[in-house]
């Protein structure tokens, strides 16, 4: 697909266990970014990639959550030990080139922290 | 002051109506705006740029105002299924998301 592709859709794991969320970007897209979005809420960036550096990881809420790119495209945003204020959609997005370019999103990742 | 403010609304309006949405941002340095379109438990999708002359896509019309610091969207002839929450963005280095106004049509 042309798309940014995100898996699983679907997560509901046990408090303190590990989630690990996948995002597949545009092909090409060289920027990468990571949100939270809670039940009517606005977004919450997380970190942003460039290429497979990551110049702005200031969103990232605590030590429990990492995130690393490879090869420039697919992305792993980890979540060690999680709690219930975890529970959100987790939305990625990319971009062409410049950071203030268009951001094209996938579909998300409902994570539910029982 | 937040970096992209926009009224959360709802807007409830008629179909058929006239409705426009006005987001400020606060880094005057901004070089990237665009309207997202984010209908319930979906993710954003691009709904237009905002360039500086305003631009116009069928009913929809977006204008910058750099002087003032905001950009606006006008929707005329609401339809039923315009009914979403509309998403703003500034930039400061990265595209900055505003919370988003929530316009409901009604028949």
């Known amino acids: 697909g042309a798309g940014v592709s995100q898996s699983p859709s679907n997560k509901v794991t046990e408090k303190g266990k590990d989630v690990e969320l996948r995002c597949d970007p545009i092909?090409?897209?060289?920027?990468l970014y990571w949100y939270r979005q809670s039940l009517g809420q606005g977004l919450e960036f997380l970190i942003y990639?460039?290429?497979?550096?990551?110049?702005?990881k200031s969103g990232l809420p605590s030590d429990r959550f990492s995130a690393e790119r490879t090869g420039g495209s697919v992305s792993t945003l980890t979540i060690q030990r999680t709690q219930q204020e975890d529970s959100a959609v987790y939305l990625c997005a990319s971009s062409l080139g410049q950071a203030y370019n268009e951001q094209f999103f996938g579909p998300g990742t409902r994570l539910t922290v029982l | 002051r937040k970096e992209v403010e926009q009224d959360p609304g709802p807007f409830n309006v008629p179909e058929g109506a006239t409705v426009a949405f006005n987001c400020t941002y606060s880094n005057s340095a901004s070089q990237s705006f665009f309207w997202y379109r984010q209908d319930c438990r979906k993710e954003p999708k691009l709904l237009m740029s905002v360039y500086s002359s305003g631009n116009e896509d069928g009913r929809f019309t977006a204008q910058l105002n750099r002087a003032s610091q905001y950009i606006s969207l006008l929707i005329r002839d609401s339809k039923l299924s315009d009914s979403a929450t509309f998403v703003c963005t500034g930039s400061q280095g990265n595209l900055i998301f505003g919370k988003g106004t929530k316009l409901s049509v009604k028949p």
């Open positions: 092909s090409g897209h060289t920027a």
């Open positions: 990639f460039q290429g497979n550096s990551a110049p702005d």
